[in-house]
């Protein structure tokens, strides 16, 4: 690497700690400015890692992130308290990437529940739910949340058999998951809160099943069970479960769901439009570890998601997201239309197909609206 491009980088962030007011002033003529500790360039991208002198507000680099960017392009910050990373990519992600199964199925490769994420600067980038089995799907209406369920869904659909895998899918904004009514892996799709509250006591009453089994043959993992008695894999999805938080009972049992699905095969893939600290609690937040930020309407809410920068995302680039887990990451979700997703399904459906959370008309179940949650809606 050119020690002069190197130099040219340091200088460039030194200016930039400077006009966003990244330092220590010590007398009027010296100023302490961050160390850079690791400098490397690429023919991809160019990444300093550099820590913060003691006593500097992490939040200023967000704050005025601006100035990076304007400085050296689109950029990507991770870290946190007092080491970062800048990350300035020359190569750009794809505006759309169509799902291709033939791309995305050999990805998965290795991993037990596999969840297709997207396609960032460094490739595909998927995780096992078996390591990391709760996920938020967070941003504002038409980031692309649902898009990035049914690609999730139909995906691991076609890499376990029903047999392995029960799916168990909330959908109170009766959009999204029609779809995979009649899919033999599907055990039930809810529309309504009294559905879902079903659903949610059947999940525990199968938890303390499993937790039993757990006891009874002295494992730590379902996994470990003898043939005769093993137990398929559980995925509750909830397409908007802001819906179902103000329910003290189905928030309980959500809570238990998270906390002990990792040891019981129970995962948990919940996706919400506007965070806010009431609704993801401490608690909860601390159980969701993957965190997928599509586009928000500001930093206050990406923060809470987990996600600073979510809020840069330009509204012309739906799909586009960062995720967290050890790293925050831009990702591009893999685009996959409604009619593609029905083609692709229509092999995995039975006729005789049943709703396991279905309730009679005559017990005049009560619909909820984003109204009846959302005060300023309407
Ligand atoms: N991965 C993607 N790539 C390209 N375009 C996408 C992608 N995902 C979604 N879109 C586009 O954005 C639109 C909105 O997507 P989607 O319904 O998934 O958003 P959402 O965040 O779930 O919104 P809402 O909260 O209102 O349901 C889609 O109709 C599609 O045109």
């Known amino acids: 690497m050119s020690l002069w491009l190197k130099l040219k980088a340091r200088r460039q962030l030194i200016t930039a700690f400077r006009l966003a007011g990244i330092y220590r002033k010590i007398t009027d003529d010296r100023f302490i ?3 850079i500790r690791n400098l490397s360039i690429t023919e991809s991208s160019t990444k300093i890692t550099f820590t913060l002198p003691t006593g500097i507000d992490p939040k200023l680099l967000q704050k005025h992130f601006y100035v990076f960017e304007q400085s050296f392009g689109k950029a990507e910050l991770s ?13 750009s992600l794809p505006k759309k990437l169509t799902y291709n199964k033939e791309e995305i199925l050999p990805e998965l490769s290795g991993f037990e529940i596999p969840i297709v994420c997207g396609k960032g600067k460094e490739g595909w980038q998927a995780y096992d739910a078996l390591t990391e089995p709760n996920c938020l799907i ?14 999730i869904l139909s995906t691991l659909i076609q890499t376990k058999t029903p047999d392995e895998l029960h799916l168990f899918l909330g959908d109170l904004k009766m959009s999204e998951f029609f779809l995979f009514r009649g899919v033999k892996h599907v055990k039930s799709v809810c529309i309504y809160p009294e559905e879902i509250a079903h659903t949610l006591r059947h999940l525990e009453g199968e938890m303390r099943r499993r937790s ?12 470990k069970l003898p043939e005769a008695v093993r137990v398929p894999a559980i995925m509750l999805c909830i397409d908007e479960f802001v819906m179902i938080m103000d329910d003290k009972e189905m928030k309980r049992i959500l809570i238990q769901l998270a906390s002990l699905g990792r040891a019981l095969q129970i995962y948990c893939v919940f996706s919400l439009q506007r ?3 009431d609704i993801l609690d401490t608690k909860i937040r601390g159980l969701l570890t993957v965190r997928m930020g599509f586009r928000t309407t500001d930093f206050q809410n990406a923060k809470i998601i987990g996600t600073p ?10 799909g586009r997201f960062l995720i967290k887990r050890d790293e925050l990451t831009e990702l591009q979700a893999p685009y996959l239309t409604e009619e593609k997703a029905e083609k692709l399904l229509a092999a995995y459906k039975d006729q005789n ?24 809606v309407n």
Not at 140 to 151: D, N, V
Not at 212 to 223: A, C, D, I, K
Not at 355 to 362: C, G, L, T
């Open 309 to 318: 920068g979510s809020e840069r995302i330009s509204k012309s680039t739906p």
């Open 353 to 376: 197909w049943q709703n396991h959370s279905f309730i009679e008309k005559a017990a005049d179940p009560i619909r909820l609206t984003e109204g009846d949650v959302f005060e300023d």
């Open 138 to 151: 967070s941003g504002e209406p038409g980031g692309g949340k649902s898009t990035q369920l049914r690609s």
């Open 212 to 223: 039993e089994l757990l006891n009874q043959y002295g494992v730590t993992h379902v996994n």
């Open 79 to 91: 870290g946190e308290v007092k080491t970062f990373t800048l990350t300035v990519s020359k190569q």
């Open 33 to 35: 400015y961050p160390r």
């Open 275 to 277: 965070p806010s600290h």
